[in-house]
C-alpha cells in the first residue's frame, strides 16, 4: 500500500511552469522531500521540508527556481523555469523521525510515493 501519492507531472516546454503534489499523512512525518531520477541515471534529492519547523532545503540545481508549500496533508513542488534536464520521474518521500542523517540522502527517508513522471522539451 502507497502511503504517499503523487500527481501533477505532464509535459511541458523549456521555461514553463508545473506543480506537483503529494499527499500523505504530515502528522506521522519529520520530514517530507522530493527526489527525482533521470533515465541512465541516480536519484537525486531536489528539496525537502521539515513539518514542523517548516525549514527547507534545495539542490543547488534547483534553488531559486523550485518551491515547496504546504496544505492540509498535501505538499506542493512549484517548478517554475524548468530545463529539459528536469526531465526525470520525480518521487515523494517521508521521513517518520529524526535519524541525523543528510536532508539528500535518499536512505533518511523511509516512506516512498511511486512517482509522477515529468517531461521537459527544449
Known amino acids: 500500500r502507497a502511503h504517499l501519492a503523487e500527481s501533477g507531472g505532464g509535459s511541458v516546454q523549456a521555461g514553463g511552469t508545473l506543480t506537483v503534489s503529494c499527499v500523505g499523512s504530515?502528522?506521522?512525518?519529520?520530514?517530507m522531500a522530493w527526489f527525482r531520477q533521470a533515465p541512465g541515471k541516480e536519484r537525486e534529492a531536489v528539496a525537502t521540508i521539515h513539518i514542523v519547523s517548516e525549514e527547507q532545503f534545495f539542490a543547488g540545481s534547483v534553488r531559486d527556481r523550485f518551491h515547496l508549500s504546504k496544505g492540509r496533508d498535501t505538499l506542493y513542488l512549484r517548478m517554475n523555469n524548468l530545463r529539459p534536464e528536469d526531465t526525470a520521474m520525480y518521487y515523494c518521500?517521508?521521513?517518520?523521525?529524526?535519524?541525523?542523517?543528510?536532508?539528500?540522502?535518499?536512505?533518511?527517508?523511509?516512506?516512498w510515493g511511486q512517482g509522477t513522471q515529468v517531461t521537459v522539451s527544449s
Open positions: 518521500a517521508a521521513a517518520l523521525y529524526d535519524d541525523g542523517g543528510e536532508w539528500y540522502d535518499e536512505n533518511h527517508y523511509h516512506r
Open positions: 504530515f502528522a506521522d512525518y519529520f520530514a
